[in-house]
T-cell receptor, first 113, second 114 residues
Framework: GENVEQHPSTLSVQEGDSAVIKCTYSDSASNYFPWYKQELGKRPQLIIDIRSNVGEKKDQRIAVTLNKTAKHFSLHITETQPEDSAVYFCAARGGGSQGNLIFGKGTKLSVKP | DTGVSQDPRHKITKRGQNVTFRCDPISEHNRLYWYRQTLGQGPEFLTYFQNEAQLEKSRLLSNRFSAERPKGSFSTLEIQRTEQGDSAMYLC????????????FGEGSRLTVL
């Protein structure tokens, strides 16, 4: 089955800097890759996603890139703000699954003012 | 509130007791998922329903765990003979059909087994 690895587990940046979180996946048939943000004590919420027929997607300060050949995808946050501080999870949906998402272990991002 | 709702939000129980959690998905969503999340980890898939049919179940899921979605609307997750290792946040999520990717999560039910 699908396996998702996420790095780093913790990331600390200064306000205004960029943050990059990387994930790799194992199932070459996976076709959907979302990123979720989870604030302390709250539910995970989708912030951006990308499908396997697209190499890059951007939404304001957030972008995701996908390299299908290498089976990795990354989240890029520019001009970070203190409210970006949270745990970020990447996930992958296998091509043969029923839509089940397999999540990485998360990256705790801290943005220092 | 038209989001995914879960009940109870917190449950403390003694080892060996049975517990049941309920999830009400977004009304037009036919796909419903249960995940488990422990501290410092990502959500771990438990089981999946399409309408009332349970189509996928994690191989890691103990037979003490059972889930139902009898009318294709709300779902229940029961844990029998709870163990301390069952302590976790149990998250329910739902989404629409195959072409809609976003999974909407509930706030979760936190289980503490003493």
């Amino acid at each position: 089955g699908e396996n998702v690895e996420q790095h780093p587990s913790t990331l600390s940046v200064q306000e205004g800097d960029s943050a990059v979180i990387k994930c790799t996946y194992s199932d070459s048939a996976s076709n959907y890759f979302p990123w979720y943000k989870q604030e302390l004590g709250k539910r995970p919420q989708l912030i951006i996603d990308i499908r396997s027929n697209v190499g890059e997607k951007k939404d304001q300060r957030i972008a995701v890139t996908l390299n299908k050949t290498a089976k990795h995808f990354s989240l890029h946050i520019t001009e970070t703000q203190p409210e970006d501080s949270a745990v970020y999870f990447c996930a992958a949906r296998g091509g043969g699954s029923q839509g089940n998402l397999i999540f990485g272990k998360g990256t705790k991002l801290s943005v220092k003012p | 509130d038209t989001g995914v709702s879960q009940d109870p939000r917190h449950k403390i129980t003694k080892r060996g007791q049975n517990v049941t959690f309920r999830c009400d998905p977004i009304s037009e969503h036919n796909r419903l998922y249960w995940y488990r999340q422990t501290l410092g980890q990502g959500p771990e898939f438990l089981t999946y329903f399409q309408n009332e049919a349970q189509l996928e179940k994690s191989r890691l899921l103990s037979n003490r765990f059972s889930a139902e979605r009898p009318k294709g609307s709300f779902s229940t997750l029961e844990i029998q003979r709870t163990e301390q290792g069952d302590s976790a946040m149990y998250l329910c999520a739902s989404r629409q059909g195959a072409n809609t990717g976003e999974l909407f999560f509930g706030e979760g039910s936190r289980l503490t087994v003493l």
